[in-house]
């Protein structure tokens, strides 16, 4: 039985990998997604790789960690929790999640191989929301298709560019990891908002800013995020820039550039590589 509904592969191949589109998936009732099987996970996961923070932050320097980190796996055991967002990081690293990421993977090959060149460097999360959980706008420099396994949410997409992301918030994210962004209300009216119920998946593309509203019920879901040989081009171009910019020689702007910096990547290898990065 495949978990991709096949009719989605056509409406993938129409928007990938440059617009957000929607997916429909048969996860619901896949065992390693139910909350006991998801406590299990937390538990077995080094515990920095489980982060339970506010539910109800209206911007990024309100998104806190939330009170003991390590009651997060009972939390999740009982259904969630209701005034907190947890996030399970990394679940690749269990081989039963890696193979469920990569069965996932293989069945959109047909659409993402073409299109990007094979997949790499793949990542899993499962997000266990409280009812009403606001997650604050920001932009994850990786692909993603988010699964909707059980709850509501609308997650709103914008485009991957200013003056939703500026090249200083892409440059950032390669130095510091830091990845939320500043919201104006003018934004408000810009975003594609995609409401997201049981069976729904949502492919966002990559470094596009989102934020995301869950429903009135908690809500789980598993995002599972790659990388392509291009946009790891892309970040080695973006990590760069700091030195280039001090000895006056031209940056890299993804946002105006036309094509993949081959060159400039290769270059930032060197330089991480003999330490001057
Ligand atoms: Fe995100």
């Known amino acids: 039985m495949t978990l991709i509904d096949p009719s989605s592969l056509p409406r993938l191949a129409a928007c990938y990998p440059h617009a957000a589109g929607r997916l429909q998936h048969k996860l619901a009732a896949e065992p390693l997604l139910s ?33 003991d980190q390590r009651d997060s796996a009972d939390a ?12 399970l990081r990394c679940i690749e690293q269990l081989p039963d999640y890696r193979a469920l990421l990569h069965r996932l993977l293989a069945e959109l090959a047909p659409v993402i191989t073409p299109a990007s060149g094979p997949v790499r460097d793949v ?31 609308v997650f709103a997409t914008y485009p991957p560019a200013p003056p939703f992301v500026d090249l200083d918030a892409r440059e950032a994210f390669h130095v510091s990891g830091a ?32 934020w995301v509203h869950a429903g009135d019920t908690p809500s789980v879901s598993l995002s599972v995020t790659w990388q392509t040989r291009a946009s790891r081009a892309e970040a080695d ?5 700091p030195a280039l910019r001090r000895i006056g020689l031209p940056y890299y702007d993804p946002a105006a550039a036309a094509r993949v910096p081959w060159l400039r990547a290769a270059a930032s290898r060197i330089g991480q590589r003999v330490g001057l990065l």
């Open 35 to 67: 909350h006991a099987a998801l406590a299990e996970a937390a538990r077995a996961l080094p515990p920095t790789h489980v982060e339970k923070r506010v539910h109800d932050a209206e911007d990024g320097a309100a998104f806190r960690m939330s009170g």
């Open 76 to 87: 999740i055991a009982q259904g969630g929790i209701d005034a907190a967002w947890i996030m």
């Open 123 to 153: 990542k899993g999360f499962a997000f266990i929301s409280a009812p009403g959980t606001h997650t604050p706008f920001h932009f994850d420099a990786e692909y993603n298709i988010l699964f909707q396994i059980a709850g509501d949410k």
């Open 179 to 210: 990845n939320m962004l500043g919201w104006e209300p003018g934004f408000a009216a810009a975003g594609q908002q995609h409401m997201l119920a049981p069976g729904d998946a949502l492919f966002v593309p990559y470094a596009a800013p989102h």
């Open 237 to 241: 171009a973006l990590a760069l820039n």
